[in-house]
T-cell receptor, first 112, second 113 residues
Framework: SQTIHQWPATLVQPVGSPLSLECTVE??????LYWYRQAAGRGLQLLFY??????ISSEVPQNLSASRPQDRQFILSSKKLLLSDSGFYLC???????????FGSGTQLSVL | KNQVEQSPQSLIILEGKNCTLQ??????????LRWYKQDTGRGPVSLTI?????NTKSNGRYTATLDADTKQSSLHITASQLSDSASYIC????????????FGRGTQLTVWP
């Protein structure tokens, strides 16, 4: 069966520090991978998606970047965090565009 | 403007009672409508997916309906349990482009004993 792992579960970082969140998927090959952010009381916002290794599409201009160094690995990064980067970050995968999303357990990021 | 509106924003019911959550969408073109359940501090979990040609779909005590003409969907929960306490998120999919999902803000359901 397929599983998705996302870590860390919580993270507290000072403003200006770097960020690296990692997500891995097991039990499937060539998944579509996604990074979402969920602010309190808001709907999920798509940040990045990837259809293959090295292929990244950005939905919202921001202080973040994403990379897909391996087929089932998706990384969210920042060189310098801003206060506005605080939020709940979710990694997800799907088999195709119209199939349901499977979400990771999320990372609660607090930038202080 | 493509968007998804959910109501009510929050809802409190007693254990064993039924409830219905509403979703209106203005996404076009439209491919499918999804409902997710999100426990606090966790990732959303898929409950149902309905294409524009489907009117209803059930998943245990959860039944979703879709009216593609009026662009409305509802999620009915039968015989609620304490574990149903969560946020329920409606998602409209345009289907034409990868990543084109529009998320509602969710309805926060609390089930009291």
């Amino acid at each position: 069966s397929q599983t998705i792992h996302q870590w860390p579960a919580t993270l507290v970082q000072p403003v200006g520090s770097p960020l690296s969140l990692e997500c891995t998927v097991e039990g499937t090959s060539n998944p579509n991978l996604y990074w979402y952010r969920q602010a309190a009381g808001r709907g999920l916002q798509l940040l990045f998606y990837s259809v293959g290794i090295g292929q990244i599409s950005s939905e919202v201009p921001q202080n973040l970047s994403a990379s897909r160094p391996q087929d089932r690995q998706f990384i969210l990064s920042s060189k310098k965090l801003l206060l506005s980067d605080s939020g709940f970050y979710l990694c997800a995968w799907s088999g195709s565009a119209n199939e349901k999303l499977f979400f990771g357990s999320g990372t609660q990021l607090s930038v202080l | 403007k493509n968007q998804v509106e959910q109501s009510p924003q929050s809802l409190i019911i007693l254990e064993g009672k039924n409830c219905t959550l509403q979703c209106n969408y203005t996404v076009s073109p439209f491919s499918n409508l999804r409902w997710y359940k999100q426990d606090t501090g966790r990732g959303p979990v898929s409950l149902t997916i309905m294409t524009f040609s489907e009117n209803t779909k059930s998943n245990g005590r959860y039944t979703a309906t879709l009216d593609a003409d009026t662009k409305q969907s509802s999620l009915h929960i039968t015989a609620s349990q304490l574990s149903d306490s969560a946020s329920y998120i409606c998602v409209a999919d345009r289907g034409s482009t990868l990543g084109r999902l529009y998320f509602g803000r969710g309805t926060q359901l609390t089930v009291w004993p």
